[in-house]
């Protein structure tokens, strides 16, 4: 008895719910949120979609599918569109898993790598900037970094930002006290007075660096740059350290790049905006 063949099903048309194009409307409403968010303020539809690269029609269609689940909140008087709700709880939850000293600890290999020089993670404390962790660099005089160590506010790359960076009155009493110091005025530094420090941070803050040039150890040179938290305030400072005439420490050099790099992409990471280059 001949079984007759049977035909091949035809394939179901993919649908608007398919699992294909579900993931991409997904990768389309992420877009449009990172759109959002990199306008730092409430935006419009057309800026949002100007920014999302994509036609206003399509844009507007996400946006009111994200509302409907507090993604995105519209302004009733504006008609402006910014992050809603959840967003904010998923950033804050996402921020409180964030380990800034391991992310910090981590970047400061691939600096050391690039840059061959030695790299240090600080942070502040009761006693002033505090390094947390360093990296050995592949310089030819072994530079030692006491883990632990308080550096100078004012004589120190990482100190100097976070002189930039802190409110005055956290810094004022040190300043004060360094300023007073023999061992400052022994130094070759050429902050004298309270007007050279205040010249200084506004300097810092606009280059978004700060070096040192052989004023807390002879023959040593710094470059630093801040990393910031979410909330906009400096959380540590990581800089790279080498020998003096030796180590290529511009503004604008090679190391500089890596530098400015490395604590943009840690600031990121810690849901912060990093410093104007």
Same mark, same amino acid.
């Given at each position: ?17 398919s699992?294909k194009?579900?993931n991409?409307? *997904? @990768?389309? @409403? ?8 990199d +306008?730092g303020?409430?935006g ?7 920014a ?10 996400f946006?009111a599918?994200?509302? %409907?689940v507090?993604?995105?909140r %519209?302004? $009733? ?7 809603g $709700?959840?967003?904010?709880? +998923?950033?804050?939850?996402a ?9 910090g ?6 600096l ?10 600080v942070?502040?404390?009761s ?9 050995q ?7 030692r970094?006491?883990?632990?160590r308080?550096?100078?506010l004012?004589?120190?790359?990482s100190?100097? *930002? ?10 004022k ?6 300023l007073a ?10 902050l004298?007075g309270h007007?050279d *420090?205040?010249?200084l941070?506004? %300097?810092?803050?606009?280059?978004g660096?700060?070096?040192?040039? @052989?004023?807390?150890?002879a ?8 990393i910031?938290?979410?909330? @906009?305030t ?6 790279v350290?080498?020998?003096l ?11 500089? %790049? ?6 943009d ?12 280059a």
């Amino acid at each position: 008895m001949k079984v007759p063949a049977t035909r091949p099903r035809p394939r179901a048309p993919e649908t608007s719910r398919s699992p294909k194009n579900a993931n991409r409307s *997904v @990768g389309v @409403g992420l877009v449009v949120l990172k759109a959002i968010a990199d +306008l730092g303020h409430a935006g419009t539809l057309s800026e949002i979609a100007r920014a999302a690269h994509m036609p206003a029609s399509r844009t507007h269609r996400f946006l009111a599918g994200m509302i %409907q689940v507090d993604a995105v909140r %519209q302004d $009733p008087a504006s008609g402006r569109y910014d992050l809603g $709700p959840l967003m904010v709880n +998923l950033g804050v939850a996402a921020l409180g898993r964030v380990d800034g000293v391991k992310l910090g600890t981590e970047a400061l290999r691939e600096l050391t790598e690039r840059t061959g020089l030695v790299s240090v993670l600080v942070t502040w404390s009761s006693n002033g900037p505090t390094v947390i962790r360093w990296e050995q660099g592949e310089l030819a005089a072994a530079i030692r970094i006491r883990e632990g160590r308080t550096l100078s506010l004012l004589r120190t790359a990482s100190g100097k *930002v976070f002189l930039a960076h802190l409110p005055a009155e956290k810094t004022k009493a040190l300043v004060a006290s360094e300023l007073a110091s023999s061992g400052h005025r022994a130094s070759p530094s050429p902050l004298r007075g309270h007007d050279d *420090v205040e010249r200084l941070k506004l %300097q810092v803050r606009a280059e978004g660096l700060a070096d040192n040039r @052989g004023e807390s150890d002879a023959g040593i040179v710094g470059l630093a740059a801040p990393i910031f938290g979410a909330d @906009g305030t400096i959380a540590m400072a990581v800089a790279v350290i080498g020998v003096l005439g030796v180590a290529e420490l511009s503004h604008n050099g090679p190391a500089a %790049q890596a530098l400015r790099s490395i604590a943009d992409t840690v600031t990121r990471s810690l849901g912060g905006r990093p410093a104007p280059a």
